[in-house]
């Protein structure tokens, strides 16, 4: 039972942090919120390293910082799309990237592909279709692009997600998860500001108002507890699937909160698409 609830507080704790994350992104603009977002992370994690951090190998810490580039794009995206568009939908898209995750690690890494991630992997395209029925042109990247710029932000998170989470494997398996989850903060923040430094906004950043600085500040608080209940749930290899498949029901928690917060009104076959996706999420989470 204590790791059943480790699964379901991770999910609520990213839910909450993407969901809280939409009004500082239309506020303040995603650039502002991943920099200020991402030192309130840095310095969390930080603090939880000293405890229970330790490994060190120069290489994969090398490594780490260079692919964070990656998970900065990534979010950075999702952060755009929460901030034109509704977050029920914007984030189950986003979330799928597990998908092409699961494909880089058959085609590199010789992992076979088991029947029931076929389906789920079918299943999550099917709802990514599904959710684009809704606009009136015919389905192609650039109709979305044009039609539906948050929908086409999520696509393209979760396609840089794939890659990042891809790559993030070789990291981990060697520092550990507390040392790769401070180092992919580090290397974030360290990009986002350098993209704000060469943008000259840098130097003329100003701190958000009390209203935002409160919103990055739980934004921050949710998405370290998520990390941490998280890769605690996994320690325990028996229940590990079971912490996975539940922490992937992130996306409906944001649909949920979107409804209940911002007030979103999803057409039917917008929440049947987000259920389809969640379902193959879980799906891919079972099967591994």
Avoid: H
Wanted: some cysteine; proline content about 2%; aromatic content about 12%.
């Amino acid at each position: 039972m204590q790791y059943i609830l480790y699964g379901i507080f991770s999910a609520l704790g990213i839910g909450f942090a993407n969901t809280l994350s939409k009004i500082p992104s239309q506020k303040i603009g995603a650039e502002k919120l991943l920099f200020f977002r991402t030192i309130l992370t840095t310095l969390f994690l930080l603090i939880v390293l000293l405890f229970f951090g330790g490994k060190f190998d120069l290489s994969m810490i090398l490594f780490s910082l260079l692919i964070s580039s990656i998970a900065y794009i990534a979010m950075l995206s999702m952060y755009k799309g929460f901030a034109v568009d509704k977050i029920g939908i914007v984030s189950p898209i986003a979330s799928s990237y597990s998908v092409l995750t699961i494909i880089l690690s058959a085609i590199f890494l010789n992992v076979t592909l088991r029947p029931a991630q076929t389906i789920s992997i079918v299943v999550i395209i099917i709802g990514v279709i599904i959710i684009n029925l809704n606009i009136k042109n015919k389905f192609n990247i650039r109709t979305v692009a044009q039609s539906n710029k948050g929908i086409f932000f999520g696509l393209v998170a979760a396609f840089v997600y794939g890659i990042f989470f891809f790559l993030a494997q070789i990291p981990t398996r060697v520092l550990g998860q507390y040392e790769t989850a401070f180092l992919f903060e580090l290397g974030i923040l360290i990009f986002s500001s350098l993209v704000l430094l060469f943008s000259k906004k840098l130097m003329t950043i100003k701190l958000p108002d009390d209203q935002n600085k409160f919103y990055i500040f739980l934004v921050a608080i949710f998405s370290v507890a998520s990390i941490l209940l998280l890769y605690t749930g996994l320690k325990n290899i028996n229940y590990a699937g079971v912490v996975l498949a539940l922490n992937s029901c992130a996306p409906l928690v944001v649909i949920v909160l979107g409804c209940i917060i911002y007030k979103e009104k999803l057409t039917t076959l917008q929440k049947i698409a987000g259920v389809v996706i969640v379902a193959g999420i879980v799906g891919l989470s079972l099967a591994g």
